[in-house]
């Protein structure tokens, strides 16, 4: 893949969050944005190493550096198995069963903000809350 060839979505976004665009880094940060829900690092690294070789412990490093600043969400779904997404505004369910993580908009959750924020004194920039149960294909499995 020519740099030139790069979505200009990815490079704006990497920039616009203070990170270098380098190829890799768009690459990584394409797989994570175009699938379809949270990906597993090996996941990201089978799908970006289909336009250009990338070995699997950068591609680690840069999952890394992109949550630590914020361009990835990182979520912990147990047993040391972490998945990534972007995207703002939503939270994670956690299918204890089978393992998969999906994004929740936070509208569907009805959580109330501002009397969290109240009770507790806080100010609230950021909402991304962890639920766990068993999904509906596994409930129906379990019977
Ligand atoms: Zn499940
Ligand atoms: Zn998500």
Redesign the pocket.
């Known amino acids: 893949m020519e740099p030139r060839e790069t979505p200009n979505a990815a490079r704006d976004f990497l920039e616009r969050t203070g990170i270098d665009p380098t190829l890799n880094r768009i690459l990584v940060w394409s797989a994570v944005a175009s699938a379809k829900g949270?990906v597993t690092a090996a996941e990201v690294h089978a799908e970006a190493t289909r336009e250009h070789r990338l070995n699997r412990v950068t591609v680690y490093r840069i999952l890394d550096l992109l949550a630590e600043r914020g361009a990835v969400?990182r979520?912990n779904a147990g047993e040391r198995a972490l998945r990534y997404?972007v995207?703002d505004g939503?939270s994670?369910f956690h299918c204890t069963n089978c393992g998969e993580v999906r994004?929740i908009a936070n509208e569907t959750l009805h959580f109330d903000e501002s009397a969290v924020a109240n009770a507790l004194g806080l100010t609230i920039s950021h909402i991304d809350l962890h639920l766990e149960g068993v999904c509906p294909k596994c409930s129906r499995a379990l019977g």
Do not use: E, Y
């Open positions: 949270p969400n979520i997404c995207g939503h994670h994004c």
